[in-house]
């Protein structure tokens, strides 16, 4: 039987004790319904985890003893960025939702041109507080003991600027000529870039291309942003990763 994964922001240490508040204890014992005695799987996103269970659990809190470590790694031997167009609501969520899941080592979030999503330093911090949830509540889902990077959001350009080296760019493109498996393989680093919902500007993509990014074509359909993040992950890990 599966345990529940339960990701803890703090040092981890066998024969220790954590006490849980908040969301974090409500879920486990209100939406869980996760009893004294029960045992969990506690990660704290520096890799590993730990096997643990309920010691107590009273009134908003729940303490749980931690007991052995395991060097267990899920992680993809592709090193992938993904540079994602900033969509509107629960598109986003599921751009990083599947994209932790389909191991993806960072994730940037772009403000581009034709970008509906506007955010001042204020918004911007809490979309980046709440996209950091969701990665962790994907990695608790699937196995991943390491968190995604995700970092604030920026100008594309910006991005373009100080991206640093990968083995292989790639952008989809409608226009494109060449599929994955077509361009040369990859060392190891990977980037993709995925526009918007009205995807990116033709400027946009000329300043990708100046920048060491490969257009490719994902099929003869036009795809929706989040769609399109996930075909490219998927391609990508086919090729050059663990899938």
């Known amino acids: 039987m599966r345990l ?11 024969g220790t004790r954590v006490t849980l ?15 004294v005695g029960a045992a969990l799987t506690l990660f704290n ?21 931690i007991g052995v470590a395991h060097a267990i790694e899920r992680e ?10 900033v969509s509107r609501g629960e598109r986003m969520d599921l751009v990083v939702q599947k994209a932790t899941e389909l191991g993806v080592t960072r994730l940037v979030p772009l403000l581009t041109e034709r970008s509906v999503v506007q955010l001042d330093a204020q918004h911007a911090q ?12 994907a990695c608790e889902q699937c196995g991943r003991n390491r968190l995604p990077e995700i970092s604030a959001p920026v100008p594309l350009r910006e991005h373009l600027r100080t991206d640093g080296a990968a083995d292989l760019r790639v ?33 946009e993509q000329q300043a990708a291309m100046a920048a060491g ?4 074509l994902a099929g003869p359909r036009v795809l929706r942003t989040e769609t ?3 075909v490219a992950l998927t391609l990508l890990q086919r090729e050059f990763g663990d899938l």
Do not use: C
């Open 4 to 14: 529940t994964r339960v990701f803890i922001d703090a040092p981890l240490e066998t």
């Open 213 to 216: 990014f490969t257009a490719v």
């Open 21 to 35: 508040e908040g969301n974090a204890a409500s879920h486990i014992t209100r939406v869980l319904r996760l009893r």
């Open 228 to 230: 399109a993040a996930i």
């Open 126 to 137: 809490r979309k980046l507080n709440h996209w950091r949830a969701v990665a962790v509540g």
């Open 171 to 203: 952008m989809f493109a409608p226009e494109a000529q060449r599929r994955i498996g077509e361009v040369a393989r990859a060392a190891g680093k990977v980037s993709v870039l995925v526009g918007p919902e009205g995807g990116l500007s033709d400027e």
């Open 45 to 65: 996103g520096r890799g590993g985890e730990y096997s643990a269970g309920i010691d107590k659990a009273h009134g908003g809190s729940v303490t749980v003893a």
């Open 76 to 85: 993809s031997p592709l090193e992938l960025t993904l540079a994602q167009g």
